[in-house]
């Protein structure tokens, strides 16, 4: 079973993120970003709160619950 990543749909997609981005994966070239404004411009937000924790917690990983929290306000957002 293929999964087609660039017909997924934006909540498929923002349900994937935030683990993409814990996990340290580079979306930039994810195919459903090029063609869809709103996953870009949410990517750039969770990149901002990703760095910026980094620099919180330079020598520790984020917790799991971190990025939890991040995956609920999303899905608070839609
Ligand atoms: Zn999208």
Same mark, same amino acid.
């Given at each position: 079973m293929n999964h087609d990543f660039s017909k997924m749909s934006c909540a498929e997609f923002q349900d994937q993120m935030a683990g993409f981005i814990g996990s340290g994966?580079?979306? *930039?070239?994810? %195919?459903?970003?090029k063609h869809c404004a709103d996953c870009r411009a949410l990517l750039a937000d969770l990149e901002t709160i990703a760095e910026a924790a980094r620099q919180l917690f330079? *020598?520790?990983? %984020? %917790?799991d619950e971190v990025w939890e929290h991040i995956e609920s306000a999303i899905k608070r957002g839609d």
């Open positions: 994966e580079d979306l *930039s070239a994810h %195919p459903h970003l330079p *020598s520790v990983e %984020p %917790p």
